[in-house]
């Protein structure tokens, strides 16, 4: 990171955060943990990389605890039982096993909710003793929602609060920066930070302010541009803030159940789009966060695009911060950084999905994204290099793992026109027919949801009979440009 | 009684008249009546039936939660017999 600031900008010299294509971890194995277990990571093309991993082992060494994590678990593994296919009901903090697939367990930072798997196979879960009291757990809302260049993960964790922000070392809780910007805001009627984006191209930071960490429906939303990017490796956040360009705000009142949900998308076109979970349903809108000058557009109408839009999907019971601050919505980009996407679970503790995909570019640009299971969750991790994938976990007995996968066009970027998706198939025929036509769709934007659809992948479950797979993040994709195209994505 | 749109696969798609009308118009929804006061993941759609379907029909939410653990409960202990057995066979080999 030390090198980044003569990186920047260089030519063809590649970013050293770049990575190669997304990788993703499938964990697979008997039900009780103790015999058969496999952890194998998989490319974007479904191609094994790194070493492979497999063991045979009794009550005692039990492959999770025994083998690839804390020793000290083996024997009673106590804490996350032995179900790892649960329908995501009713489970809390007493019932981990029962979330440990749901699509609160990846974002679109390297480091998981509770787990850590490297490229290289290995795999090991956060101590759960203390879990309730770690960073991602309570406060992982407070990260800020990153648009980053092609191939690059948020490689600095920043967080903001009240009217200062902090640097994290992943999701370690030890501080190893701080910054109160009061002295910079033009209005501090609201005090507390609830949802804060960073665009790195344009170097621009959107907080939204709110009057508590509740509901208070009221907002401050601060507009920041610097000549200093906040992630350059050898800056600190108060450089950032010392190099301002310009800094707006505007005032608006804003409906939210619970404001850790605020999500912020600030696009490269200077507007940017805000969402977050409502109910059962979720809610999006845009705004034009473009330079208008002291003084001027600062009402949240005079600045915004249409108005707020509704999720247009289907819609069950299902929780956000609300029910709980770990369950804030999240927020991923693809790998080449055109596509973002908010969403939350389409079902109760993390099954299926409800999603807006917006354009980066043009924030003004989005469709909705509808999943409906409400059993048999994964999460879903960026895939290839403008798409997704994730939420498959059903039984791979005489059956290959499946899963939802969809992919954008990287320069569509008018929102005056339908948004193309790309999607697979559960057959060979279907993902390449005897026809014509799209596989996939053009949908309206605003009002037009993508249902996704399972494809097949040919990848089978990791034992001989029953198995419910799991989809795990993987930490580090690669170095982009390696000798191996799996991961060089060029 | 109220108008859900399903996916072609038969899965809820939407509650919205003209998000599901265009994508009707595009081939890619199926508009059916459903019974009021039931949540969306319990409807599918039989397409070889042409029906709408409601998962533990005649139970509450709270009951049809309950009726899904006891049938994933079910489920996982099938699946895990039956694991079991095919270790002990492919053993005795």
């Not at chain 1, 053009?442 to 009002?447: C, G, L």
């Not at chain 1, 993508?450 to 097949?456: F, Q």
Request: net charge negative; proline share 3%.
């Amino acid at each position: 990171m030390s090198n980044l600031s003569k990186l920047f900008g260089g030519g063809t010299v590649i970013d050293p955060r770049k990575e190669g294509l997304p990788l993703f971890g499938m964990w697979g194995g008997s039900s009780d943990q103790n015999t058969q277990m496999q952890f194998r990571v998989f490319d974007s093309n479904f191609r094994v990389t790194g070493s492979p991993w497999g063991s045979t082992c009794d009550t005692t060494t039990n492959y999770r605890f025994g083998i690839l994590a804390d020793a000290s678990h083996a024997y009673a593994m106590k804490d996350h039982g032995t179900d790892f296919h649960s329908n995501l009901t009713t489970e809390g903090y007493s019932s981990w096993t029962n979330y440990i697939k749901s699509i609160y367990q990846v974002d679109q930072y390297p480091h998981c909710f509770h787990y850590t798997a490297s490229r290289d196979g290995f795999v090991t879960w956060q101590s759960y003793h203390q879990f309730t009291s770690s960073f991602e757990y309570q406060v992982g809302w407070t990260k800020l929602n990153q648009v980053l260049p092609e191939g690059i993960r948020p490689r600095r964790t920043f967080t903001n609060r009240r009217f200062t922000m902090r640097e994290f070392m992943g999701n370690s809780d030890c501080n190893c920066d701080f910054y109160d910007y009061s002295s910079h805001l033009l209005n501090t009627d609201q005090a507390y930070a609830t949802g804060t984006g960073y665009n790195e191209k344009q170097k621009m930071l959107v907080m939204v302010h709110s009057g508590d960490e509740s509901a208070n429906t009221s907002k401050t939303i601060h507009i920041f541009r610097s000549s200093v990017c906040l992630n350059e490796g050898t800056k600190r956040i108060k450089d950032f803030f010392d190099n301002l360009e310009s800094t707006e705000y505007f005032t608006d009142t804003w409906t939210n159940q619970c404001v850790k949900d605020w999500t912020v998308v600030v696009g490269n076109n200077g507007w940017v789009g805000f969402g977050n979970k409502q109910s059962n349903s979720k809610r999006y809108g845009v705004f034009d966060c473009n330079v208008k000058g002291t003084g001027v557009a600062i009402t949240g109408a005079s600045r915004q695009w249409t108005t707020w839009h509704d999720f247009a999907g289907s819609t069950t019971t299902s929780y956000g911060a609300n029910s709980g601050h770990q369950y804030y919505t999240k927020f991923q980009t693809t790998w080449d950084g055109t596509w973002g996407m908010i969403y939350s679970p389409y079902y109760y503790y993390g099954v299926g999905i409800n999603a807006f995909c917006m354009s980066i570019e043009n924030p003004r640009k989005f469709i909705n994204i509808n999943q409906t299971k409400s059993g048999r969750a994964n999460p879903y991790i960026a895939w290839g290099r403008t798409g997704f994938h994730g939420g498959w976990s059903d039984n791979c007995d005489s059956e290959v793992w499946q899963t939802y996968a969809f992919a954008f066009d990287p320069k569509d970027s008018d929102h005056t026109i339908q948004t193309r998706v790309y999607k697979g198939s559960t057959s060979g025929d279907g993902a390449m027919p005897d026809n014509n036509s799209l596989v996939g769709g053009d949908f309206d934007n605003r009002t037009g949801v993508c249902s996704l659809d399972a494809m097949r992948t040919g990848l089978h479950g990791g034992t001989h009979t029953t198995n419910y797979p799991m989809l795990m993040g993987i930490n580090w994709w690669g170095s982009y440009g390696s000798a191996d195209q799996s991961y060089g994505g060029k | 009684m109220a108008i859900y749109y399903f996916t072609n696969a038969g899965e809820p798609c939407t509650p919205f008249e003209v998000t599901g009308e265009d994508l009707m118009k595009k081939g890619m929804a199926i508009k059916a009546t459903v019974p009021d006061g039931i949540e969306s993941w319990r409807l599918s759609y039989d397409t070889a039936a042409k029906a709408v379907v409601v998962y533990a029909e005649g139970k509450d939410e709270a009951g049809a939660v309950a009726q899904q653990a006891t049938d994933a409960a079910a489920e996982a202990t099938a699946g895990k017999e039956k694991s079991d057995a095919a270790t002990i066979a492919s053993e005795a080999e």
